[in-house]
Every structure is written in C-alpha cells, then in structure tokens.
C-alpha cells in the first residue's frame, strides 16, 4: 500500500504560478508511473499530467500543455508539478496518484493510490 502526501496548494493570482510536491512512501517508488489528477466543485476528476517510471516520458492534458510540468525524483520517492501562467479554470483540489504500472499514458484507470488533495485557487 503506498501512501502520498501533496503538499504546496494555495491561492494564487491569475497569471502566477504554484508548485506542487507530492511524497510517496510504501513501496519502491521508481518502479511505477505517477500522475496528477484534479477535481474541480460540481465536476469530475480529470486527468492534468503524469510521468513515467523513470521520468523519461511524460503526458499531460491539452488544457494545461505548455504551462503545466511534471518532473520526479526517484531518490526522494517525490513528484512535482510546476503550474505556470494559472487561470481562473484551473482552480481545484490536485491530487497525486501512484500508478500501478511504470507507465500510464493518462489513463486514470492505471492509477491504484490517491492522496488526500490540496487545494488550488485562482483568482481573477
């Protein structure tokens, strides 16, 4: 069983950034792909980004291409999302996912953990 802590939410200004952590313990965490969710209120979970087993490889949703990275270090059982150049419709509770295979193409059924979310609002 893997458990995952998010860290680094808050508000934020339209056009400004956040980074996001995430920190994984309970298994070997190089060895699974990782990914990021987010839930927005009245809407469903959609996918945002994740990476692969080794960082090599990396899918994100078209909404957030260009302003959202996802990056890993595998030393530190930790993944990260740097959210740049925020809107207003990207506010949501984020949510870190361990995949159950080394890689997950952003299909959300790859996933198996989910962390508890932090919170990210956008103003305008």
């Known amino acids: 069983q893997v458990q995952l802590v998010e860290s680094g939410g808050g508000l934020v200004q339209a056009g400004g950034s956040l980074r996001l952590s995430c920190a994984a313990s309970?298994?070997?965490?190089?060895?699974?792909?990782m990914g990021w969710f987010r839930q927005a209120p009245g809407k469903e979970r959609e996918f945002v980004a994740d990476?692969?087993?080794?960082?090599?490889?990396?899918y994100y949703a078209d909404s957030v291409k260009g302003r959202f990275t996802i990056s890993r270090d595998n030393a530190k059982s930790s993944v990260y999302l740097q959210m740049n150049s925020l809107k207003p419709e990207d506010s949501g509770v984020y949510y870190c996912?361990?995949?159950?295979?080394?890689?997950?193409?952003?299909?959300?059924?790859?996933?198996?953990?989910w962390g508890q979310g932090t919170q990210v609002t956008v103003s305008s």
């Open positions: 996912a361990a995949g159950s295979y080394p890689h997950s193409n952003g299909v959300e059924a790859a996933f198996g953990s």
């Open positions: 309970g298994r070997t965490f190089g060895d699974y792909a």
């Open positions: 990476i692969n087993w080794s960082g090599g490889s990396t």
